[in-house]
């Protein structure tokens, strides 16, 4: 009997596991024996590899073939084991030598002719090879851009068969790629001075991208709340290198190319009001796929029309918006994925619209305002930093249509000082933006802001959770941020206070200048 190995990653959630593919030809009739816990796109791979092998010219062996995947009692599922599953065959009736294997990762699918294809989650199996000290990996050519994101990895690419096994037996494989630095990016074009009017919206939409904050944007149709929240990417700041990897990784999984380098915008996803649980979530039968909310790591979460979404679906997004992770159990395993986005939502005050609007005609029963509203819980809205008012259009609206609003990238300055103010402060906790900074952590490592007898007042009067005082302190840090204090005034408590209970404009001014 003959053995060789090869190596492949099996991934659950972000985490990988590295998988020794082991080949055995021993005597008897022609069979092919393939265990280790695959699924069924795996269990496949068999016949894939043994047409891809005859189209090469390769043949594959006329003896029995036992093809183990080790850790046995881990689960496998995925084609890209195709081409480790060869590299071993390969390596045990001859076609290389078994050492050639050691210390390179395979990772790829095949072709029924031999062509090596493009896998899902390439970057965060390169990235788990590089964490368990692999130096090399052999990946599909049309990937090995992405695979070079990863730092002291030497990457081979393949486009068939017989540059697999060139490369196995010394040669260079594809062309390598000439640097992994994305092209310039683009400026947005959604900018925030084509939205007139709102004062009030775009500076709760400023306070909260400076601070990371969740929004909530409610008023009658056609105000402006999609068209803010749309916005929203264009004024906040670029990934860091740790981020831009993490969020890279979630889209590999998804199937994202990455031709242009990582992924260097925080990312945006809206989904439909139709949304399943699975698909916002996250979900699969045996290992679940990252949904919606993991696709929004490090960006925004816009949800439109948030009454019209299944109240099962909203009440999922309650731990994490607290945790930063979503953990989704299955029989086999359980899928972790990172989940820390920025949720904005926008809603209606009734199926209508029109229940704020004086005079706008609402015929809605008051019940059925009231059932309306309700479809967004406490317990999320609770968990909802900024509730935001916006009001109809006036008279004026059409003269400040007219007139030159700010543009992002005005505002996007602004946030980008006051991110930075936060980054230099929270510098040794190791958080980066107010919104993220635990409550425990705001009142005891952190000066408390002026003026915070006026959360007292307002717990005391039932207006406050506990968790409510802990999002205006935030809130607090932020303006000040904004302010360019080193510590938030009274003023900046009230403001805050104002913003988290969802107080009319006027109303907010009128306590500003009080």
């Not at 906040?236 to 979630?250: Q, T, Y």
């Not at 889209?251 to 945006?268: E, K, N, Q, V």
């Not at 099962?312 to 953990?327: F, N, Q, T």
Request: hydrophobic share 45%.
């Amino acid at each position: 009997m003959t053995l060789a190995r090869a190596w492949s990653v099996a991934l659950v959630g972000m985490e990988g596991t590295m998988v020794e593919v082991e080949a055995a030809i021993s005597s008897g009739l022609p069979r092919t024996i393939l265990v280790g816990l695959p699924d069924t796109s795996l269990y496949e791979a068999r016949d894939r590899c043994r047409a891809a092998m005859a189209s090469a010219g390769l043949g594959w062996p006329s003896d029995p073939v036992t093809i183990n995947l080790s850790p046995a009692t881990l689960p496998k599922a995925g084609s890209h084991y195709d081409l480790s599953i060869v590299g071993a065959v390969g390596a045990a009736r001859g076609a290389c030598e078994p050492g050639a294997l050691d210390g390179r990762v395979l990772l790829g699918e095949l072709g029924l002719d031999g062509r090596v294809r493009a896998v899902r989650g390439l970057l965060p199996a390169v990235l788990a090879a590089a964490q368990h000290g692999f130096d090399g990996v052999v990946v599909p050519a049309a990937q090995m851009r992405e695979a070079s994101l990863v730092e002291g990895m030497r990457v081979w690419g393949v486009h068939d068969l017989a540059d697999l096994f060139d490369v196995l037996r010394g040669g260079a494989g594809a062309t390598q790629p000439t640097g992994t630095a994305p092209v310039p990016l683009a400026p947005s074009p959604l900018d925030l001075k084509d939205v007139a009017g709102q004062g009030e919206a775009r500076w709760a939409l400023e306070v909260a991208a400076a601070g990371r904050h969740h929004l909530f944007l409610h008023g009658p149709p056609g105000v402006g709340k999609t068209l803010l929240a749309e916005r929203l990417p264009g004024i906040l700041p670029d990934l860091e290198l740790g981020e831009s990897l993490e969020v890279s990784a979630i889209h590999s999984l998804s199937g994202a190319t990455f031709d242009d380098g990582l992924i260097r915008r925080p990312p945006y996803s809206d989904p439909h009001h139709s949304a399943s649980m699975a698909s916002l979530v996250g979900g699969g039968a045996r290992i679940a796929v990252p949904g919606a909310v993991s696709k929004a790591h490090r960006g925004v979460l816009f949800l439109d029309e948030a009454p019209e979404f299944s109240p099962r679906v909203l009440e999922a997004l309650r731990v994490p918006l607290e945790s930063g992770r979503i953990v989704l159990g299955r029989a086999l395993a359980t899928a972790v994925y990172p989940a820390s986005f920025q949720l904005i939502l926008a809603a209606n005050p009734c199926p209508c619209g029109l229940a704020a609007t004086p005079g706008g005609g609402c015929r809605c029963a008051p019940m059925t305002v009231r059932r309306y509203a309700d479809r967004v819980s406490g317990p999320i809205l609770d968990r909802i930093d900024i509730h935001q008012h916006l009001r109809p259009v006036r008279r004026s609206f059409l003269a400040a249509a007219l007139r030159s609003c700010e543009p992002s990238a005005a505002v996007a300055e602004r946030v980008q000082v006051a991110r930075q103010r936060q980054s230099h402060r929270l510098a040794a906790s190791g958080w980066r933006t107010n919104g993220e900074v635990p409550g425990p952590a705001l009142r005891r490592q952190l000066p408390l802001p002026q003026g915070i007898e006026l959360l007292d007042e307002a717990v005391n009067r039932g207006r406050l959770s506990a968790r409510g005082v802990d999002k205006v302190l935030r809130l607090a840090w932020t303006i000040g941020d904004l302010a360019g204090s080193d510590r938030p005034t009274q003023e900046h408590v009230r403001t805050a206070l104002a913003l988290r209970r969802g107080q009319d404009p006027a109303e907010r001014s009128h306590h500003e200048r009080a």
